[in-house]
C-alpha cells in the first residue's frame, strides 16, 4: 500500500494537469431566476401558478422554480407537493432580506 500511494498521487496530479478547463458556452443566454412560493391550501396560489407556469412557457431567459410550503397543512388539506424544507427556505430569505413575514400569493 505504501508503495501504491505515490503513484496514485501522481496519477491524479496528471490528469489534473492534462485536462483542459471548463469555459461557459457563448451560446448560453444569461438568465434569470424566478420563485414562488405556493401552497395547494391556499386559495390564492392557482392564479399566481398559473402566472408562472406561462412564464415558463414564454420566456426562455427564465429559470422557473415553485416551491410548496408546508405550513398551510394546517387547514386540513395537505398539500402533497409541500416540504417543510421549503418554508424554511423562505423563512431563510425572509431573513436575509429583512422581511418580517412570509406568505403566499
Not at 427564465?62 to 387547514?75: A, G, I, R
Request: some cysteine; aromatic content about 14%.
Amino acid at each position: 500500500m505504501k508503495h501504491t500511494r505515490p503513484l496514485i498521487f501522481a496519477l491524479t496530479l496528471a490528469i489534473v494537469g492534462f485536462s483542459t478547463p471548463l469555459m461557459a458556452s457563448e451560446s448560453i443566454t444569461p438568465r434569470a431566476v424566478v420563485e414562488l412560493y405556493t401552497s395547494e391550501g391556499c386559495s390564492s396560489c392557482p392564479p399566481a401558478d398559473r402566472v408562472l407556469y406561462e412564464l415558463n412557457q414564454e420566456r426562455s431567459d427564465l429559470l422557473v422554480l415553485s416551491y410548496h410550503v408546508d405550513y398551510w397543512n394546517y387547514l386540513g388539506w395537505t398539500d402533497p407537493f409541500s416540504d417543510s424544507m421549503f418554508s424554511e427556505r423562505q423563512r431563510e430569505y425572509a431573513q436575509h432580506m429583512r422581511e418580517r413575514y412570509v406568505y403566499t400569493p
